[in-house]
């Protein structure tokens, strides 16, 4: 399995510009989380779907961030405008609620490092 | 509401030295618990985990054993090697959803 996939790996803009992180879970999974990671914030989960459903977006910052998933295999989360307080590495991550011994492991992708200027 | 609190970083350790990152928690129910880490530029990997109390998780010489009584789920190694230098994150699971402790860097030297 090629795991989580973000993309793009980094992007750099400028303020005020719009940006799209691109995240595919693993094929399977039917849980998907976005999360920011700071160094002065740690990781905060930002939104989280079940089966394709937003289920808990109260770690969104603010009405700049949102975020979708049109089908399993896809989501994206839009920052419209940027501002440099929203440099930060983003991670998606995916796991699968069924039973077993992989039960609510979440498996994360390699990141997205933003850099708004 | 759910928070996991851990020893603050930087850990410098020699090689073949033991290590220790204390993990605390609080939560409602019975989380299951885990320890994540994070090499320098990637995204965070499982090392181990624990669904109920008295379970050990294990993993690449990393154990942690499920402490309901003190809630703690401690994290050790009894000789660490260079490659095990990087960022070491305690969670909780609670209803799918993680939270995450604030992770501590763990810094080996030769």
């Known amino acids: 399995d090629a795991g989580v996939i973000q993309s793009p790996r980094h992007e750099v803009t400028e303020m005020g510009q719009e940006v799209t992180l691109r995240c595919k879970p693993i094929?399977?999974?039917?849980?998907l989380f976005w999360y920011r990671q700071t160094m002065m914030r740690g990781l905060e989960l930002l939104i989280y779907?079940?089966?394709?459903?937003?289920?808990?977006d109260s770690g969104m910052p603010e009405d700049r961030f949102s975020a979708k998933m049109p089908n399993a295999s896809f989501s994206t989360l839009k920052i419209q405008p940027s501002e440099p307080r929203d440099s930060a590495v983003y991670f998606c991550?995916?796991?699968?609620?069924?039973?077993?011994?992989?039960?609510?492991?979440?498996?994360f992708g390699a990141g997205t490092r933003l850099s708004v200027l | 509401g759910d928070s996991v609190t851990q020893m603050e970083g930087p850990v410098t350790l020699s090689e073949e030295a033991f290590l220790t990152i204390n993990c605390t928690y609080t939560?409602?129910?019975?989380?299951?618990l885990f320890w994540y880490v994070q090499y320098p530029g990637e995204g965070l990997q499982l090392l181990l985990k624990?669904?109920?109390?008295?379970d050990k998780g294990s993993n690449k010489g990393f154990e942690a054993t499920y402490r309901k009584e003190t809630t703690s789920f401690h994290l050790e190694k009894g000789s660490v090697q260079v490659s095990d230098s990087a960022v070491y994150f305690c969670?909780?699971?609670?209803?799918?959803?993680?939270?995450f402790g604030a992770g501590t860097q763990v810094v080996v030297t030769p």
């Open positions: 991550a995916s796991s699968s609620r069924r039973q077993g011994k992989s039960k609510n492991i979440q498996y």
């Open positions: 094929s399977g999974h039917n849980s």
């Open positions: 779907f079940n089966n394709n459903v937003p289920i808990d």
């Open positions: 939560a409602t129910g019975y989380p299951s």
């Open positions: 624990a669904t109920k109390a008295d």
């Open positions: 969670a909780l699971s609670n209803w799918g959803k993680l939270q």
